[in-house]
């Protein structure tokens, strides 16, 4: 019979304390017992010989264990009624919290049942009417009702691991003296004992045998073991221990199987098991955050970090951690194969994996992990591949092939064919984790120049296979998974802008760290970089990273004053906190690359126009007293030069793109760009406040006098104008000639001037200075940009 709240709030659990001293006191006197036996009995028949002396001395030394078994069985139980005394009341104030949460947080009224209802004891009359016919008010209640009963479910969980573990002590097991006597081998932890009792459990699983290998009540059990505890140290390690690293992979696939292809009916459950058994792995495995002398956190893969990591590992939770990680070297890295029983029972079929497969589709299923842990895997899938480039592949992999073609689990994202790229997906989902990961200066080592970097990314990008799937067509070579770089794209996104990967822009959008900057930078580097003779660049039309180039602009996007640093010498320009430094060759491969893409090119080209029009609207208003026309004309200027400059680098971009790549004509391509806008949409929702404080200058005021959404409108208009001139006339020597594209640039920037000087109530002659300078150096800034990678900007328009 499951606990209510009722139960818990009004239990007594101080009988369980008092229960505890009565059986220390039944230890002490099976003490007494065992030493008068010993003394009185046993040391007075000493030398005793014959058949019945025989007889005796096989007797009494069974009698004696029973004494020295009694007195540890009672003091392991009394040890053990204090650990349910300890849990039971940990668990009772977790539910009392939820239920003061509900009160304070959530503006419930809990009854003695815990039935959760919208308080309206302090509303008038007509509030309480108009709050209770509130469409989300029972929303709220189902919430709260909803966390206050699985707080109870956890104090019921914790009751019965509690029954199991005192029932378990109680039962003669040792294998000695008397069957049914005494328990030697009594458990004096709940937890530990939970711990090797489910991995005793899991390491029963069959996917073979009838309902798993273990029955419904055997499977419940280890469903409560596996759910109450998965956050505790000392459970989650002992569970580690028993399974040892391949058992824990075995473990997976046998879930795997069970949950997806042998017993449907209980999916939820079997995936509920995996969920806890990756949050025991994450508790287990976890390395602690480390502190300087100041108590602040160390920072990540720092010197300082990882000489304290160090010193760590030669600790009692260092060497768990160390041991494990050499374990699953091995077990990850070693082929593992199974038969699976077909659905219906008849027949049957054999598969096969390596242990890094499955342990990273057990890691999908929980969270948590320490950042350190992830690092280490990653370092360690990669020793693994670089050993054996085709360490992965498999038929049963490919998610394109036939039907029939492998396990069905294995074609589609339960399985995690490529572990390194899982991994990196589940670093995205940490950004803090994958900027530490991906950023060159983190985790580092000295190259043989004495510099310190890392070259993960480099790696990634230029050395790794990435084709997985074992192509069933004679001599076609490997192929790619449907979902291959998926989770290196995703992290490459979190590592540069410190936000999940599809995360919405909004006013809290975090400062670039040194690491975020560090990820961008190397990006930019990697992708951009000159190639080798007689290579492409990795985002060129038909290889492999051309994919990359959205992604890739939208990260860039997020730079766009670090960007305009670059290209304009002028360090002084806003970025939002630590500024990148991009290699100037690179950044201009890179942009023009990711250029080539619509989507690419529409967030580039909005993010820098955005960063311009405002950063001259700051200027605008931060004009000193008495300031002269000449230097507000090249304030003006100075202003939108950047924007305009990275705008004629993307112009020649979709030039190339239109005339080499042939992507599509000039308005299909700006068509797709036009969808950048809804990315647009949330970047510029924030204004200029998303550049946040000036490193080393004043933060941007937020736009005063003018709607947004105006700008936002004016910039994606922009966008679709940018036509080549060959997309009007036959392809020819005006490929390059962005007549057109370089008036609506010089008349954008002009008529925002002139705008944004009205709004400021600007004496007329000062406005004008403003507006003439953003109008000269955004032609100027667009015909330098469009002649970076080709001198073919040419033709300069009148007025």
């Not at 304290?308 to 768990?320: H, I, N, Q, V």
């Not at 940490?430 to 043989?448: E, F, I, Q, R, T």
């Not at 990795?538 to 890739?552: H, I, N, Q, Y």
Request: hydrophobic share 35%.
């Amino acid at each position: 019979m499951e606990l209510t709240y009722h139960d818990i709030i009004n239990a007594d659990f101080s009988s369980l304390t008092e229960t505890a001293k009565n059986w220390r006191i039944l230890r002490d006197r099976c003490d007494i017992f065992h030493d008068a036996y010993h003394g009185n009995v046993r040391k007075k028949l000493k030398g005793w010989s014959g058949e019945s002396a025989d007889a005796f001395w096989k007797s009494s030394k069974i009698t004696a264990h029973e004494f020295a078994a009694a007195k540890k069985q009672a003091g392991k139980i009394a040890d053990l009624l204090d650990d349910c005394h300890h849990r039971l009341t940990a668990a009772r104030a977790r539910l009392e919290k939820v239920r003061d949460q509900a009160v304070h947080e959530g503006g419930m009224k809990v009854d003695a049942y815990g039935k959760c209802n919208l308080d309206t004891s302090g509303m008038t009359s007509g509030e309480a009417q108009s709050a209770l016919r509130d469409p989300g008010r029972a929303d709220e209640e189902t919430k709260w009702n909803g966390r206050i009963r699985d707080a109870v479910k956890h104090v019921d969980d914790v009751d019965y691991e509690n029954m199991l573990t005192l029932k378990a002590a109680a039962t003669d097991k040792d294998g000695k003296g008397e069957d049914g006597g005494f328990n030697s081998a009594a458990a004096g932890d709940v937890e530990k004992y939970a711990g090797k009792r489910a991995a005793h459990l899991i390491e029963r699983l069959d996917s073979r045998e009838e309902d798993g290998g273990l029955s419904p009540a055997e499977r419940h059990e280890l469903q409560v073991l596996l759910r109450t505890d998965p956050d505790d140290k000392q459970f989650s390690r002992t569970l580690l221990n028993s399974l040892q690293p391949d058992g824990l992979i075995d473990a997976t696939n046998q879930l795997n199987a069970l949950a997806y292809r042998v017993d449907k009916d209980n999916q939820g459950v079997y995936l509920g098991m995996e969920k806890s058994l990756a949050t025991s792995l994450a508790s287990a495995t976890r390395v602690p955050v480390f502190r300087d002398g100041e108590g602040k956190k160390v920072k990540l893969s720092s010197p300082e970090y990882g000489k304290k990591y160090t010193a760590w590992l030669a600790s009692r939770d260092g060497a768990f951690y160390d041991k494990w990680r050499e374990g699953m070297r091995k077990a990850g890295a070693d082929e593992w194969s199974y038969e699976l029983r077909d659905v219906g029972g008849v027949g049957g079929s054999s598969y096969h994996g390596r242990g890094y497969q499955s342990l990273v589709t057990l890691m999908k299923h929980g969270d948590g992990y320490s950042p350190q842990m992830l690092y280490d895997l990653g370092d360690d899938i990669r020793a693994a591949e670089e050993k054996d480039p085709d360490i992965w592949d498999h038929g049963g992999f490919g998610k394109n092939l036939s039907e029939d073609s492998g396990l069905s689990d294995m074609k589609n994202s339960t399985f995690e064919n490529d572990p390194y790229d899982g991994l990196l997906a589940i670093m995205s989902e940490d950004p803090v984790a994958a900027a530490g990961y991906l950023d060159p200066a983190s985790d580092a080592d000295l190259d043989k120049n004495g510099i310190q970097k890392n070259d993960r990314m480099e790696y990634l990008v230029g050395e790794r296979d990435w084709k997985v799937v074992d192509a069933s067509v004679y001599d076609s070579g490997d192929l790619l998974d449907k979902d291959a770089r998926d989770g290196f794209e995703a992290a490459l996104k979190a590592g540069a802008t410190g936000r999940l990967p599809d995360a919405v822009v909004t006013t809290e959008a975090p400062q670039h760290s040194a690491a975020n900057a560090g990820v961008m930078e190397e990006a930019v580097r990697v992708f951009g970089g000159p190639p080798s003779d007689g290579e492409l660049s990795p985002l060129a039309k038909g290889e492999d990273f051309v994919d990359f180039r959205g992604t890739l602009g939208e990260m860039v996007a997020d730079y766009p004053g670090d960007v305009q640093r670059e290209v304009t010498g002028d360090n002084e320009l806003p970025v939002r906190g630590h500024a990148a430094q991009f290699d100037p060759g690179a950044l201009h491969e890179y942009l023009n690359q990711v250029g080539r893409d619509p989507y690419g090119y529409g967030v580039v080209k909005s993010s820098q126009e955005m960063y311009s029009i405002e950063h001259l609207q700051d200027v605008i208003h931060s004009l000193p007293p008495g300031a002269d026309a000449s230097d507000v004309r090249d304030y003006g200027g100075d202003a939108v030069f950047g924007g305009a400059y990275v705008s004629g680098v993307l112009s020649e971009a979709k030039a190339d793109a239109l005339y080499e790549d042939k992507v599509s004509e000039a308005e299909d391509f700006n068509k797709k760009a036009d969808e950048a806008g809804k990315w647009v949409n949330r970047f510029v929702g924030l204004g200029i406040g998303n550049l946040g404080p000036a490193q080393g200058g004043a933060a941007l005021s937020t736009p005063l006098g003018w709607a947004q959404e105006d700008l936002s409108e004016a910039v994606l208009e922009e966008v679709k104008r940018d036509i080549p001139k060959e997309a009007e006339e036959a392809e020819g020597e005006g490929r390059y000639v962005f007549t057109r594209t370089q008036n609506n640039m010089r008349n954008f920037y002009r008529d925002w001037a002139e705008r944004l000087g009205r709004e400021a109530d600007l004496d007329a002659d000062i406005r004008e200075a403003v507006v003439a300078g953003a109008r000269s150096e955004a032609l100027a800034g667009f015909q330098n940009g469009a002649g970076t990678a080709r001198s073919h900007a040419t033709g300069t328009p009148g007025g």
